[in-house]
């Protein structure tokens, strides 16, 4: 779905600060990949591409399209509370 293209792939939660890998395009949470690349590997986890944290891109959309997702989920959710009260 959607929703998974814009899950953290290390942690599977909802994206904070997204940045993207530029060999393999996966979106992870900065904190997250921050971590991996410092305790870890110098490498992606995904794709296990030679990896620096300055190579990483800075998503700041990625924020604002899960904001929109969220949006989304809550109108649906509340849509169907009020078909089920019909």
Same mark, same amino acid.
């Given at each position: 779905?959607?929703? @998974?293209?814009?899950?953290?792939?290390?942690?599977? =939660?909802? *994206?904070? +600060?997204?940045? *993207?890998? #530029?060999?393999?395009?996966?979106?992870?949470?900065?904190?997250?990949?921050?971590?991996? *690349? !410092? @305790?870890?590997?110098?490498?992606? #986890?995904?794709?296990?591409? #030679?990896?620096?944290?300055? =190579?990483? &891109?800075?998503?700041?959309?990625? @924020? =604002? &399209?899960?904001?929109?997702? +969220? !949006?989304?989920?809550?109108?649906?959710? !509340?849509?169907? =509370?009020?078909? @089920?009260? +019909?």
């Amino acid at each position: 779905s959607i929703a @998974e293209v814009f899950r953290c792939f290390i942690c599977m =939660e909802k *994206l904070r +600060d997204a940045r *993207l890998c #530029p060999h393999c395009s996966k979106l992870c949470c900065f904190s997250c990949i921050r971590r991996w *690349l !410092t @305790e870890q590997r110098a490498q992606c #986890p995904h794709c296990r591409a #030679p990896l620096q944290l300055r =190579e990483l &891109v800075n998503c700041r959309w990625a @924020e =604002e &399209v899960t904001q929109q997702l +969220d !949006t989304l989920q809550l109108c649906s959710l !509340t849509k169907h =509370e009020e078909n @089920e009260k +019909d």
